[in-house]
């Protein structure tokens, strides 16, 4: 594919650390050493994360002025971020945008504002939400008219992508009779990927004692309920397990006084925050991984676990199933009866030596590649920069076919959005931007520092 | 010594080198990038719109009452409306004195005539780095090179050049290429790497 200049759009991106920013910086760097150019566009942290910046191995980082609200995310506003997203795109000459998380409001309102410059969209969905309470009911109905007319739509794993349909409405009618609905065809499963040389297994010891990491936010989301029920009973049950928890969160007080009430303060370690340069030392403390989370899309913290050549026990949710083979996890339902059961099953499983740590890092190594990631999302925006753009009309249809009040909300926003577009086009000609004709070469950077 | 312009497409900058200082210039006007060719001017001299202000001064001022509120305001009015005439920006420059250092100057006034200049100076003592960076100004995004300066404290401050202008790229990169010589050769801690040419 010829290189095309891309711009990955995000509120989540560094200095703030998570698997979104991790995957948008991973993703970003191997598609820039297959040749294309790429951008970043976030929002700034003030005082000093502002501005313009660098990041290796030439990746363009434009943090902008928006006020966050709540864990790194701004708040929706429709059209305060046109007159940025439109000077950049052009001055950079971008040719497709691609949005990641739900989330992240400056991702939305991107595939909102890209078809006014002729640049293609993409939407990366990272996390599994619900249906029933009413903040659901609103963010759906959000994600569903930004995704009424975006390019493609990538998810993490097949439970992902059926969360994503539903919720953002991508199906159609088909033009069969009776008429069915079908799943539009421009949705994608990409998983996400690790960089297995960083989670080594650690040297075999022989010991009686049988240490069981968390590592996760201390959030209700992660499920930290059900490890401050079990964790009392595994401790009684079985003398020589020890706990290792890591990770800081609302949680942690939860898991303090369990650890008052029953007296675990040499069986439970609560480790605190963990910058992610660290997980891999705190991983080969222990030899089995447990993860209860209610809801998780993939479980990129399962799959660094069990590559470091811990035993996995999870929670049977969301995408998790799909990402280890049966032998080298345990599941359980998201209760404690059953995930007491399935802790004993991994006590005796490990205690017996059946599991082999260097054996399932040989094996996880090869299951998950970031280059293979890149390419496969490269074949997907080949596929958009291939297909038409919908014209105006088109998409004032579509936008309509909404809902009853949803799709006219949208279609104002739409042409107000159009109207604010022509109202820039005349304000700040595209003739007097500051064009962008020098990029990070890195191959000169070679030759020019070859000499010293 | 003659005054080059050695951009075809920005000819509101030229360069003057002589025996004592190199003069890097830009003016604050620019042709229309529309291709037409036509003069697009920031700073102008006194056009007819202005003669329509004492017109409506002169109008007004018998007709409001004496000593009252709206005579100051009109007072007032009209001495902002000669300041911001008067400070217009003509031209901004870089002068740089081989073994002494770098002076940035901006020329304000009303066109041709200067009336005030803002002048800083840099000396190679204290001078560390030029780089071009891009930055955010209000919706727009421009390049602007700067000079790091670093004083007797260790703290690092940063000096614009051509603050008010902000002249594009292209004569931004041949200001940097030409300074980056004198940089290099008068500072003897920055490494010396070969130029960035366009790709």
Not at chain 2, 23 to 39: F, I, K, Q
Not at chain 2, 121 to 149: A, H, Q, S
């Amino acid at each position: 594919m010829e290189p095309i200049s891309i711009a990955m759009i995000a509120d989540f991106f560094h200095p703030d650390v998570g698997g979104v920013e991790g995957h948008i910086y991973m993703l970003s760097a191997n598609l820039i050493r297959m040749g294309h150019k790429v951008i970043v566009i976030t929002h700034s942290r003030p005082p000093d994360r502002v501005g313009i910046r660098w990041l290796l191995p030439g990746l363009k980082v434009y943090y902008l002025p928006f006020v966050t609200i709540a864990s790194g995310a701004t708040l929706p506003n429709f059209f305060t971020f046109l007159p940025y997203l439109r000077t950049i795109l052009i001055r950079e000459h971008v040719h497709l945008i691609h949005a990641h998380a739900s989330l992240s409001s400056l991702g939305h309102e991107g595939i909102l504002h890209s078809h006014l410059m002729g640049v293609r969209t993409v939407f990366t969905d990272h996390s599994l939400f619900g249906f029933e309470d009413a903040a659901s009911i609103l963010t759906n109905k959000l994600l569903a008219g930004t995704l009424r007319n975006v390019d493609a739509v990538i998810c993490v794993s097949h439970t992902g992508r059926e969360n994503t349909v539903l919720r953002g409405e991508l199906f159609e009618q088909s033009e069969d009779d009776p008429p069915r609905l079908v799943v539009s065809s421009n949705v994608y499963v990409i998983p996400n990927a690790l960089v297995s040389k960083r989670f080594q297994p650690g040297l075999l010891q022989k010991s009686d004692t049988i240490t069981i990491v968390v590592l996760s936010r201390l959030a209700y989301r992660k499920g930290i309920d059900l490890l401050v029920a079990t964790a009392p009973r595994i401790c009684a049950a079985f003398p020589n397990i020890r706990f290792l928890v890591g990770g800081d969160g609302p949680k942690l007080i939860d898991l303090l006084q369990m650890r008052e009430k029953y007296l675990l303060q040499d069986r439970i370690e609560l480790l605190g925050p963990i910058k992610h340069n660290d997980v891999r030392s705190v991983l080969i403390r222990g030899s089995i991984f447990m993860n209860t989370s209610l809801t998780e899309s993939f479980g990129i913290a399962i799959l660094e676990a069990a590559c470091a050549g811990l035993y996995v026990v999870s929670t049977r949710v969301g995408g998790v199933p799909e990402i280890l083979p049966e032998d080298m996890i345990s599941f359980a339902d998201p209760n404690e009866d059953d995930v007491f059961r399935a802790v004993s099953e991994a006590i005796s499983l490990v205690s017996a030596g059946k599991h082999d740590p260097i054996k399932a890092h040989e094996r996880v190594k090869r299951f998950y590649d970031w280059a293979q990631v890149a390419e496969r999302t490269e074949r997907v925006y080949h596929t958009v920069m291939k297909s038409e753009q919908r014209d105006l009309w088109d998409r004032i249809t579509r936008t309509m076919r909404l809902g009853r009040y949803a799709g006219p909300i949208y279609t104002i926003i739409l042409l107000v959005d159009c109207l604010f577009f022509l109202f820039l086009e005349w304000w700040m000609p595209r003739e007097d931007m500051d064009f962008v004709t020098h990029h990070w070469n890195h191959r000169r950077f070679a030759s020019a520092t070859r000499g010293l | 010594m003659q005054r080059l312009r050695p951009l075809q497409t920005n000819p509101e900058f030229s360069i003057l080198h002589t025996d004592s200082f190199h003069e890097y210039r830009v003016e604050n006007w620019h042709l229309a990038r529309d291709g037409s060719g036509t003069v697009v001017r920031h700073a102008s001299a006194w056009s007819w719109k202005y003669s329509l202000f004492p017109l409506m001064l002169s109008v007004s001022w018998p007709k409001v009452f004496a000593g009252s509120l709206a005579r100051v305001l009109i007072s007032l009015a009209a001495i902002f409306f000669v300041w911001t005439r008067c400070t217009q920006v003509i031209h901004e420059t870089i002068i740089v004195l081989p073994e002494h250092g770098i002076q940035l100057e901006t020329h304000k006034g009303l066109p041709p005539l200067t009336f005030f200049t803002n002048k800083r100076f840099v000396p190679y003592t204290i001078l560390r780095d030029l780089v071009i960076n891009e930055g955010i100004k209000r919706w727009d995004v421009r390049y602007y090179l700067v000079v790091l300066k670093e004083g007797t404290t260790g703290r690092v401050a940063l000096e614009v050049c051509f603050p008010n202008i902000l002249p594009h790229f292209p004569i931004l990169l041949q200001v940097y290429q030409d300074l980056r010589e004198f940089v290099s050769r008068q500072v003897p801690s920055t490494p010396s790497l070969p130029h960035t040419q366009p790709p």
